[in-house]
């Protein structure tokens, strides 16, 4: 089974669920860049704070470009986002347990200035995939030539990189047909993720879906568990 995302910053921990359920991961950076909605994570995501939560918003040069591609990106450095990024780990996660064990990537990653928003969003996610201990190949949608929109997109995808199953987000029931996909003969598989509820710093309820980095920051050893939903490896 093979799944595809488009490179998220700073993922959730669903993000990486559904990359290890796979056999063969597909970065999308070939479709549309996209700001807001289902699929406005490309740029942003979200941390714990003694607020709730806040954002973590990567510039992006955007005037004029409506229509670039998600390879095509490029960070604003002349705005102040590394130092920005960096202080907001440190502040809002200085009393969790297994914060320093992982803040000195942080801190290297922040001190090099990326020009294009995808080469910063894949370091981020294969450190992920290092510390859940994924060990699944990573292959880029431009580099293997995947064309078309949508279900088309889907069924090229699959078609070049010869598996017949498809692990959708649970977005895909929007606009997958799934009708042309069995006749292409493929089946698709929707992730349905259940989030697992995890100790988190500050008061208030438990806030699903930030960036995996507050898992990883409060649980540690415990991450990669917590990551499947709470179920051990199979």
Known sequence: MITAHQPNYMPY?????KIIRSDEFVVVDNTQFVKRGPFGWIHRNRIRTEKG???LTVPVLTKG???QLISDVRINNQLPWRRKHIRALEFNYRKASYAAEHME?????????????MDL??????YGM???GIDVPVKIASEIGVGGKSTGYVIDLCEKTGHTRYLSGTHGRDYLDLDMCREAGIEIVFQDYEHSV?????????????SFVDCLFNTGPDAPRLMRGGRDAE
């Open 130 to 132: 290092k510390v859940f």
């Open 13 to 17: 921990l669903g993000f990486f669920e």
């Open 105 to 117: 990537f942080f801190r290297e990653l922040y001190s090099r200035e990326f020009e294009f928003l």
């Open 198 to 210: 995890y100790p988190q710093l500050h008061p208030g309820e438990f806030v699903p879906n930030l």
């Open 65 to 67: 470009k409506f229509t």
């Open 53 to 55: 939560w806040d954002w």
């Open 121 to 126: 969003t894949l370091e981020v996610i294969r």
